[in-house]
């Protein structure tokens, strides 16, 4: 244990803010809470999913309970930065009070959270995706709760090993004192950049695998067109949490090596990962709502199907697929008995056949596309499911009756 010297002028009290500091820091609480707000609004929102979904269905979809805890590291972390709204209020940043000590653990474990989960909902996708493969559901609970077990221990070395002085003023915030650097290397930067590279290496590394299926015919044509719009759309995905989480942990490494940051650009850089809680909730509602916003459990057998690219166009919805052709038999054809194709203003051919000496079949042949069905259908599909859902006894009577009169007015001959 590395003995801590009395605080110096870098960690003790800072006792008025600079007047140039103010504009900033106001910046970083004014996203922190944004984030805060998104998060908690989302998280409560997946919450009354996840429960009603186990009370019809009595199941669960991994990838949005994965959101669920990627949404509670970011509640932690924005309310980290949203806490600034107290140095603020005094002017001043005080080791002595409460607040810095809460704001230290919480930077701690929402920014090692936030790497944590987003770390995992790339492995999950990647297994999903490429191999079609998901935990079984013990083994996938007992991940999620043994990783939150990693990431407060690993929080707490510090407060096992300095009961006090352990968070102190860092810059314009509370967190680990200066001259622990290897406490802070090891138990936050080591952490934060390997999930940050291991994101970029796992996105990279499906983004490669779906482009080479794609130009080895691997996927059917609409499904291939679909794929490239996906895979382009997960390259945002570690985009964002790199941009967000590098500005910071770059200024802390630079720190340690003898550069430390000016207050603005620490600042900036504060803003920038703060930013990650409302930014992940804007990135997973628009790319993956169908899982986030569905009134049934989305089943978890769901891969590639699960993305809706934002930005391309909707592909054309619905369809069947259907051709009939029919064949003379040797024996009209030796009578020389052909076909007579006659023109039409759709899709269909209709042919005249010769059967008999004085017989004529007409003969339809078909052409109907088939698409799979796109998100907006399923989407489409659970809102006239929703409507059409009774509410009430009565209204299950009144709608049954509605729907068996329209049934037999249907069937009234005109």
């Not at 590098?246 to 650009?265: D, E, F, N, V």
Request: proline share 5%; with cysteine.
């Amino acid at each position: 244990m590395i003995p801590l010297e009395p605080l110096d002028v870098d960690s003790r009290t800072l006792p008025v803010l600079p007047p140039h500091i103010h504009p900033w820091l106001r910046s970083v609480v004014v996203l922190g809470f944004l984030s805060f707000v998104a998060s908690v609004t989302l998280l409560v929102l997946l919450a009354y999913r996840l429960i009603s979904w186990q009370i019809k269905s009595k199941r669960t979809n991994q990838f949005v309970i994965l959101i669920f805890n990627l949404l509670w590291a970011d509640v932690q972390q924005s309310l980290s930065f949203l806490l600034n709204v107290e140095w603020l209020r005094l002017d001043s940043i005080v080791v002595e009070n409460p607040i810095c000590f809460a704001q230290g653990w919480l930077v701690s474990t929402g920014d090692l959270g936030s790497g944590v989960w987003c770390f995992m909902i790339g492995l999950h996708t990647f297994a999903s995706v490429i191999f079609d493969f998901r935990l079984k559901k013990r083994c996938f609970f007992q991940t999620i709760i043994a990783l939150w077990v990693f990431i407060y221990g690993v929080s707490a070395i510090g407060i096992m090993m300095y009961s006090t002085d352990l968070y102190v003023r860092s810059g314009v915030w509370c967190w680990i004192h200066h001259d622990l650097q290897d406490l802070r290397l090891w138990t936050h930067y080591v952490w934060i950049f390997i999930f940050e590279f291991g994101n970029v290496f796992i996105y990279a590394l499906i983004y490669t695998i779906l482009i080479q299926r794609i130009r080895s015919g691997y996927y059917t044509a609409a499904e291939a067109r679909r794929v490239k719009a996906v895979s382009n759309l997960m390259v945002v995905y570690p985009v964002v949490y790199v941009i967000c989480t590098l500005p910071l942990a770059s200024a802390r490494m630079a720190a340690m090596g003898g550069k430390p940051p000016s207050l603005s650009r620490l600042c900036l850089a504060g803003a920038m990962i703060t930013s990650n809680g409302w930014l992940d909730v804007l990135l997973y509602t628009l790319t993956r709502r169908i899982m986030v916003f569905s009134d049934e459990p989305p089943p978890d057998d769901n891969g590639i199907d699960t993305f809706a690219a934002f930005w391309s166009e909707s592909p054309k919805r619905f369809g069947n697929g259907c051709k009939i052709e029919a064949v003379l038999s040797e024996q009209h054809r030796r009578r020389g008995k052909g076909m007579v194709a006659l023109s039409t203003k759709s899709d269909s051919a209709d042919d005249l056949c010769g059967v008999g000496s004085r017989d004529i079949r007409l003969v339809t042949t078909t052409h109907v596309v088939s698409e799979p069905a796109q998100p907006a259908d399923y989407e489409e599909m659970e809102e006239i499911a929703r409507k059409m859902r009774p509410r009430t006894p009565i209204g299950r009577w009144s709608e049954d009756s509605a729907g068996m009169k329209d049934l037999e007015l249907a069937h009234i001959p005109d």
